[in-house]
């Protein structure tokens, strides 16, 4: 079983990032990973961060279940606890 390094360092949106909005989205554009509330961001660097995805598992261990998640895929919820939805994303270029 493919484990996550919990020093893997990941993007998230300021709101996952503060904790006002749980992890809905997940995506992997170009085999990054993005970790994002599911609203709309600026499409600007003042609107991610970058984090060890380890803090991510504290507040929702459920992330871990994406560790095989494979790049230009993402994974979509309608609320935490609910079950991850994958779908395959056509890569931009
Ligand atoms: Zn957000």
Avoid at 19 to 47: I, K, M, N, Y
Avoid at 51 to 69: A, R
């Amino acid at each position: 079983m493919i484990q996550f390094d919990p020093h893997q360092k990941v993007y998230v949106c300021t709101h996952v990032f503060d904790g006002s909005q749980p992890v809905t989205l997940v995506s992997r554009p170009d085999g990054d990973w993005c970790f994002l509330c599911g609203s709309e961001h600026e499409d600007d660097a003042s609107s991610y961060r970058v984090v060890g995805i380890g803090h991510l598992f504290d507040t929702d261990p459920t992330i871990q279940d994406l560790s095989d998640l494979e790049p230009n895929w993402e994974a979509e919820r309608q609320r935490p606890g609910q079950t991850w939805l994958r779908t395959r994303c056509e890569p931009n270029n």
